[in-house]
């Protein structure tokens, strides 16, 4: 099976620039997406293909996937920002999410 | 706009089966590949199966590979997933949720989810 590392928390202030690493074997090769998961809520797709944002996602949310890493940059953070976020990618044979990463604005 | 709405969950004896129920409003859903992904209390997200637009393709998690499947009516515009010989590992939110376009397997639609209980 494919795994993706995320570090299980990050904490920003307000104003400030979060970022958030996934790691998994050669996941430059693959497309990464990101979630964000508020608490008793659907998780909500922020960036796919890498670095491409849906339809009302605000552009301070970024992805950047290389070698075998890929960031979600979040620039100014906000308190809603506030959330669980996931990484997620397909290599061919299994879809795979990483374990999720608690981001605290403080 | 985009709907997804699950149904068929609920508690559920160790070795039974179930059957969840997805119906699609508001998209072209003979268009779209669909996924089935999870979520155990206070856990992270799982992955459980995915089906191509026309229904002749399924992929499984290994977890549940042989005791699931997935299948798709697209004339009712709805997804299904028959789950057998369920056990506590299985319990969870279990979501509906379209894929985007182009490969990747992203989900840009989720569900409410509905919540599977095994338990004696």
């Known amino acids: 099976s494919y795994e993706l590392t995320q570090p299980p928390s990050v904490s920003v202030s307000p104003g400030q620039t979060a970022t958030i690493t996934c790691s998994g074997d050669?996941?430059?090769?693959?497309?990464a997406s990101w979630y964000r998961q508020k608490p008793g809520q659907s998780p909500v797709l922020v960036i796919y293909?890498?670095?491409k944002r849906p339809s009302g996602i605000a552009e301070r949310f970024s992805g950047f996937n290389s070698g075998s890493t890929a960031t979600l940059t979040i620039s100014g953070t906000q308190a809603t920002d506030e959330a669980d976020y996931y990484c997620?990618?397909?290599?061919?044979?299994?879809?795979?999410f990483g374990g999720g990463t608690k981001l605290t604005v403080l | 706009q985009v709907q997804l709405v699950e149904s068929g969950g609920g508690l559920v004896k160790p070795g039974g089966s179930l059957r969840l129920s997805c119906e699609a409003s508001?998209?072209?859903?003979?268009?779209?590949?669909m996924s089935w992904i999870r979520q155990a209390p206070g856990k992270g997200l799982e992955w459980v199966a995915y089906i191509s637009s026309d229904g002749s393709v399924t992929k499984y998690a290994e977890s549940v590979k042989g005791r699931f499947t997935m299948s798709r009516d697209n004339a009712k515009n709805t997804l299904f997933l028959q789950m057998n010989s369920l056990g506590a590992e299985d319990a969870a939110v279990y979501y509906c949720a379209r894929e985007v376009t182009g490969g990747s397997h992203s989900v840009d639609y989720w569900g409410q989810g509905t919540l599977v209980t095994v338990s004696s």
């Open positions: 997620q990618a397909w290599d061919t044979i299994t879809v795979a």
């Open positions: 293909k890498d670095n």
């Open positions: 050669k996941l430059g090769d693959k497309f």
């Open positions: 508001g998209f072209p859903f003979r268009d779209y590949y």
